[in-house]
């Protein structure tokens, strides 16, 4: 394994924005492999997302964002254990980034599960109607509707979207990154977005 520089290092951490320390233990656990030391970095912020995940958030900011013209607006809640975070400015950045997101994005739902069960079924049934017409066995369609099904979901659940500044990682992705950076639990507790002339 050659010598982990201080130039991989700062790549590391552009990519990534873990701590220093944080890129050269993934770079070295990684002999070096700048892709598998991101998804290390990744991996321990999920690690550390799961531990803690049961921690109380009371703290935390409201966030809009105003789309040009202001015929789009979004109002999201994003919540952390102490004010101290509440305060710091890469959570608060995190909000207003993730204000943005919701009205490029549009997300219809937070995660899988809050999706409305009649949007469901309809994609379910328009999926099964394309596969039957382009003659596809029986045994197969189920297959392809639950393909169709995850690829929708991971388009219109706010956690599964690719985030817009970083298509390579999802919004969970950055939640993760930012709970590991803090140090508390973070949740993105509500948001709402408003658009002129629809419901």
């Known amino acids: 394994m050659g010598a982990i520089t201080t130039q991989m290092i700062k790549e590391l951490r552009e990519r990534t924005n873990a701590g220093m320390m944080d890129c050269k233990k993934a770079l070295q656990e ?5 892709d598998k030391a991101v998804d290390w970095l990744r991996q321990k912020g999920l690690a550390v997302a799961a531990k803690r995940a049961g921690r109380a958030t009371s703290e935390g900011t409201v966030q809009c964002y105003l789309h040009a ?6 109002l999201v809640e994003v919540d952390c254990e102490t004010d101290f975070v509440a305060k710091n400015e890469q959570f608060v950045q995190f909000a207003k980034d993730l204000a943005l997101h919701i009205c490029a994005a549009n997300p219809v739902a937070m995660r899988r599960e809050d999706v409305p069960q009649e949007l469901v079924e309809r994609e379910k ?41 970083d298509p390579d990682i999802t919004i969970q ?14 949740t993105i507790k509500r948001y709402v977005r408003f658009q002129v002339g629809t419901d």
Do not use: H
Request: proline letters at 3%; glycine letters at 10%.
């Open 30 to 34: 990684c002999g070096g492999d700048m």
């Open 69 to 74: 013209g202001n015929k789009i607006g979004v």
């Open 125 to 165: 049934e328009i999926y099964r109607q394309q596969a039957i017409e382009s003659g596809k066995p029986e045994n197969i369609v189920e297959k392809i509707i639950e393909g169709r099904l995850d690829k929708f979901f991971k388009e219109v659940c706010l956690l599964e979207q690719p985030y817009v500044k």
């Open 173 to 186: 992705d950055k939640l993760n990154e930012l709970i590991a950076k803090m140090g508390e639990n973070i």
